[in-house]
């Protein structure tokens, strides 16, 4: 699976953005997919997980709870993650990764496929 992630860019606190992750080589149905970030200086930590189907279970970090949403639509192959309220704290390069099978899932390293990331900046 060969994933791209866009939709990055630089947006002022309180802000949205949406970025989505197209995947290429074979459908995502199959995949629990999830969204990771890497702040300058920091590891990459979780963001938010979906399950296989669309309208799947989910799951955040504390900290975008309320204000991220995870979502897919596997006909397009794609998966989305809208962010609301936007803080300087959410900067960071954001990467789609796709699990294969399994349920809900933060742990980085079991992720089969990573995609490059898309940059988000948010100003204060």
């Known amino acids: 699976v060969q994933l791209q992630a866009s939709g990055g860019g630089l947006v002022q606190a309180g802000g949205s953005l949406r970025l989505s992750c197209v995947a290429s080589?074979?459908?995502?149905?199959?995949?629990?997919m999830g969204w990771f970030r890497q702040a300058p200086g920091k590891e990459r930590e979780f963001v938010a997980t979906?399950?296989?189907?669309?309208?799947?279970?989910?799951y955040y970090r504390d900290s975008v709870k309320g204000r991220f949403t995870v979502s897919r639509d596997n006909a397009k192959n794609t998966v989305y993650l809208q962010m609301n309220s936007l803080k300087p704290e959410d900067t960071a390069v954001y990467y789609c990764?796709?699990?294969?099978?399994?349920?809900?899932?933060?742990?980085?390293?079991?992720?089969?496929?990573w995609g490059h990331g898309t940059l988000v900046t948010v100003s204060s």
């Open positions: 080589g074979r459908t995502i149905s199959s995949y629990v």
């Open positions: 979906i399950t296989t189907w669309n309208g799947g279970s989910t």
């Open positions: 990764a796709a699990k294969q099978g399994g349920g809900i899932n933060s742990r980085a390293p079991q992720y089969d496929f």
